[in-house]
Structure formats: C-alpha cells, structure tokens
C-alpha cells in the first residue's frame, strides 16, 4: 500500500504532530517520489513558551516541510484554537471534504481512534466521516494513549529515522519544552521497539482504520 500509494494526505491537530506521528514514513514516501501533502488545523499559539513571538510554530512547520522537501504549496495550515477543535466541529469537517476533493488522496493518515487528546479526536472522528472512502490509518501517540492496535507497519531504514529527527529539530520552540516524547532517544528507541515486531531495524506502526484495495 505504501509503494503503491500516489497521493497520501498526512492531517495533524497540531504543528509537529506529523513529524512525530509519521515522520519517518513521510521521508520513504517523499524518497519513492509519493506525492505528500500535509494539513495542520491548529497552531497552538497558546501553548508557545513565555517570550515565543506568534506565529513561530506556524514558521517552523514550514521550515520543518522545507527540510523534508515538501514545498510549500503541498501544505495547508489553519488557525483554530488549540484544545478547542470541538467548537468548530462543522469547519474542521468541511476543510477536511475540501481536502477530499482537492487532493483526491489514496491514502490517509489521522490520529488513532484510541488517542486521548480532544483535539486529536475530533480530527479522528471528521477525518473518518470524510475520508470514509479512503484508505485510513491512525498514527502512534503513546503518551496520549491507554493502548494502541498496532496492526499495520512501515519498515524503515536509518536514514529515514535521521530525517525524522533533523526534520524535528526544526521545532527550536518545543525543544527548548523538554518534553520527554521530543527526544531522539525516544523516537529511536519507539522506531527500534516498533521494528523488533516486524524483524526489522526501525519501523512506526498504525492503527487500520480502512483499507481499500
């Protein structure tokens, strides 16, 4: 599904939430020539450190997409509230379906059903009502999960983990966070964890939410 796919639509509730979910994946597309577009619903301009001038996560998701070699015309990125995507239920739908129908992707990847974020569950829940005639996968979040149905994986190799990091590393505003999930330790060691299962070196795996042969 992965070599096959010519079109894939990666959507993310927020800035990095691509990177981190399906960085490495989005490196083997993009190496294979798959024509990658990404679509961020929300900022988070309120969850910026003190002092961070607005607008940065928006610049260095660009500078991240840059990095990846996705041009600027492959991205859409729009300004909802963070932790308020459930206000604006009915907009995220309908961006979504403009998506859809712009794009006409052959595969698609939201957040897992099973992720504990709100905003990231209304992107699940508007993301599966429009692209319901889509193949569906759901990406990894452990620390915003209680479990995961690990049913399908991308094999990877080291220098797509090398550009997952250098890719993150664009986000100079959530490093200086130190959040412990935006570590290269802990993206090597999930990718290694996630590669074991499949006998392979790395790998991130997802939720099957649909599948159309």
């Known amino acids: 599904m992965i070599q096959s796919s010519r079109k894939v639509l990666v959507v993310a509730p927020h800035t990095d939430d691509a990177e981190l979910g399906c960085g490495g994946t989005m490196a083997r597309l993009l190496e294979q020539d798959t024509r990658v577009y990404v679509a961020v619903f929300s900022t988070a301009e309120d969850s910026l450190p003190a002092g961070v001038p607005k607008g940065t996560l928006k610049r260095e998701f660009l500078s991240a997409m840059s990095f990846l070699g996705l041009p600027e015309e492959q991205c859409r990125v729009f300004d909802f509230s963070v932790r308020r995507l459930s206000y604006s239920r009915q907009d995220v739908l309908e961006k979504l ?3 859809r129908k712009e794009i006409d992707p052959d595969l698609v990847f939201i957040p897992s059903a099973q992720d504990l974020h709100q905003d990231h569950q209304v ?10 005639d889509c193949s569906l996968l759901g990406y990894e979040f452990p620390w915003n ?3 995961f149905s690990s049913q399908a994986f991308v094999k990877l190799e080291a220098r797509h983990m090398e550009m997952k990091w250098n890719v993150l590393q664009r986000y100079e505003s959530q490093i200086a966070l130190n959040r412990s999930y935006f570590t290269r330790e802990f993206i090597e060691s999930l ?6 299962q499949v006998k392979t070196d790395y790998a991130e795996c997802f939720e099957v939410i649909r599948i159309k042969c």
């Open 97 to 99: 379906i403009d998506l």
């Open 123 to 132: 992107v699940y829940a508007e993301g599966v009502r429009a692209f319901k």
């Open 145 to 147: 999960h209680l479990t």
């Open 191 to 196: 990718a290694r964890v996630r590669g074991v």
